[in-house]
């Protein structure tokens, strides 16, 4: 028999040439022209803020398609019109809620519960609103403590609940955590009936008689800078292009701070000069504490629930891996995804890790146990034995994941999850922290109101004029420590952190602000550690009006969205 043919090594090798081209290529290689090689005035351009650094683009050894993986992306569908792809989205997001009602009608049949009134099976801190949310249009741009330019002229989105005095005394802002919008209760002011009659994820606190009573308070709750419930972020329309165009991962690095301060603009187009209270949980309690520093004088009281003052590894760990998992979907493409197909995958694997940290143990154990779908009475056998277990979702937690993960892949940006993610990693409100990003800041936009010093007093701020005065020196800065160690020697705290004295000396400018500190045992996400910091980093300010409450329960952190006896109780307390 002859020899077989050896085939060209051209063939038997796998072709290192690229075998696609990515969707409008512009949009990941778009660069403006250098005002120095434009003919027209410079003074006109448009300059980008510094977008962060990406990962180094993955280049991978072999070609994995053997493993039922596509060895090339499918190409992304032709661009349509932007009307014709916001109609594209309401009927996806429509066909979304069937799907979502369908997985949540399939899970109670396999947990064996009753089904339940719509929206009141379980809170939900996303939700996706139709497209009738308040917009404030800010006409000036946003100076960025990461950026050396500003943030073009933006928009917030908001909605209110009851009704502003003749004081402007009585307003509270509700800050909201990492996926939730603007919608925190059905009611609102100023929107349309399916907005309205539509719950929301605080709908059992907020309202006529609940713990924040909407028949006292004039409520207002925002989506922050950088999400995708309305207010400007990385989905939103990039400046200089034709309106299709997006920012994706042009977008500038933000900090919590940015995000306030843009809440301050709104604050100041509602014609409110100080707020009755801020209120915030999760990444929200990282806001309210954010808006009391750098404007003290203007909110009146401040709560942080299942928060921190400065983020904890754990939660800094957990973050980086969802975004890790996320960034690693090849339907990513380093952010440039909205003209092709989003990563589902990596955002339905990003969620369910964390729903991990969302939730606790002790929960799942008595709402879940070990029951497998393989051992349901629809599995067994004709002589009563379970069926084989399966490599697919079977435990009922693992198909709980699953339901969240799939649920929430559709309905949220990944770009605005890894902005905001990244956000609450980088909140320290240490002083040295403090005192580098005001270095920064103050020294990039010199004409702009200040971003304070942590010695700076309560009358430098935000809202101030320009800031004249220098950076504590260092004899200050060492009577100020000698201070707060004199106060520790004499003040028994219940954190051991060793971070206790510089992030008491960061917080010394709401030491005339009363304040609620909630954290709930079974947080994982933000162990009550950290809130026992925050509280006694603020009692050795000489704060004599903080309020410490330490909830049991089996909620983990998502407790503050379903204790409402506990919770709403602290809260009720707090404000009246």
Not at 12 to 22: D, E, H, R, Y
Not at 344 to 370: C, D, V
């Amino acid at each position: 028999m002859p020899p077989r043919a050896s085939l060209p090594r051209s063939i038997q090798l796998p072709s290192n040439k690229p075998t696609w081209k990515p969707p409008k290529p512009h949009l990941a290689s778009y660069h403006p022209p250098s005002p120095s090689s434009s003919s027209t005035s410079s003074t006109n351009h448009f300059i980008p803020p510094v977008s962060p650094q990406l990962p180094a683009r993955r280049k991978p050894a072999f070609n994995p398609g053997g493993f039922g993986l596509q060895s090339s992306p499918k190409p992304a569908p032709a661009p349509g019109s932007w009307k014709g792809k916001e109609k594209a989205r309401e009927a996806q997001l429509e066909e979304i809620r069937k799907r979502d009602e369908e997985i949540r009608r399939d899970e109670e049949r396999l947990e064996g519960r009753q089904s339940k009134k719509d929206g009141k099976e379980e809170a939900e801190a996303c939700y996706v609103p139709p497209p009738a949310t308040l917009h404030f249009h800010s006409t000036n741009s946003l100076p960025l403590l990461y950026s050396p330019h500003p943030l073009p002229p933006f928009q917030i989105a908001y909605e209110t609940w009851g009704t502003l005095n003749s004081a402007r005394d009585n307003a509270i802002l509700l800050h909201t955590g990492l996926s939730a919008s603007s919608h925190v209760a059905s009611g609102g002011n100023d929107v349309s009936s399916s907005t309205s009659s539509k719950p929301g994820w605080w709908e059992d606190f907020v309202g006529p008689g609940k713990s924040i009573d909407t028949d006292k308070f004039f409520v207002i709750c925002t989506n922050v800078l950088g999400g995708c419930f309305g207010s400007t972020g990385p989905s939103s329309p990039y400046p200089p292009g034709d309106g299709e165009t997006r920012w994706a991962t042009r977008f500038p690095m933000l900090s919590i701070h940015d995000m306030t301060r843009a809440q301050f603009d709104l604050l100041d187009h509602l014609g409110i000069e100080k707020l009755y209270a801020s209120i915030g949980s999760s990444m929200g309690g990282m806001q309210s504490i954010s808006m009391a520093y750098i404007a003290p004088e203007r909110v009146g009281r401040v709560a942080s629930i299942s928060a921190s003052g400065r983020s904890g590894l754990n939660g800094v760990g957990m973050r980086y891996a969802q975004r890790s998992v996320l960034m690693a979907d090849p339907n990513w493409n380093r952010g440039f995804y909205y003209d092709g197909v989003p990563p589902h995958n990596g955002m339905k694997l990003a969620r369910q890790i964390a729903t991990i940290t969302y939730r606790s143990g002790p929960e799942w154990e008595q709402r879940f146990g070990r029951q497998m779908l393989s051992e349901q009475e629809a599995a067994l056998d004709s002589d009563g034995n379970p069926d084989v277990p399966r490599l697919s979702p079977d435990f009922l937690i693992e198909t709980y994941l699953d339901h969240q993960g799939e649920r929430f892949c559709l309905t949220y940006d990944a770009n605005s999850m890894i902005y905001l993610s990244k956000a609450m990693d980088l909140f320290d409100m240490s002083s040295t922290a403090l005192t580098s990003l005001a270095k920064k800041f103050n020294s990039a936009y010199p004409d702009s109101n200040p971003f304070p010093y942590p010695s700076d007093p309560v009358g430098i701020s935000i809202s101030s004029s320009k800031n004249t005065a220098q950076p504590a020196s260092e004899q200050d800065r060492e009577a100020l420590e000698k201070e707060t160690k004199k106060k520790l020697k004499k003040f028994i705290p219940t954190s051991k952190s060793p971070h206790l004295s510089e992030l008491s000396q960061g917080l010394k400018r709401l030491k005339d602000i009363p304040a609620l500190v909630l954290g709930v045992q079974s947080d994982v996400l933000f162990p009550v550690e950290q809130q026992r910091e925050l509280a006694d980093a603020l009692k050795l300010t000489g704060n004599e009006n903080v309020t410490y409450y330490e909830l049991g329960g089996v909620w983990g952190h998502d407790t503050f969205l379903l204790d409402v006896q506990n919770v709403g109780g602290a809260i009720r307390g707090f404000l009246h």
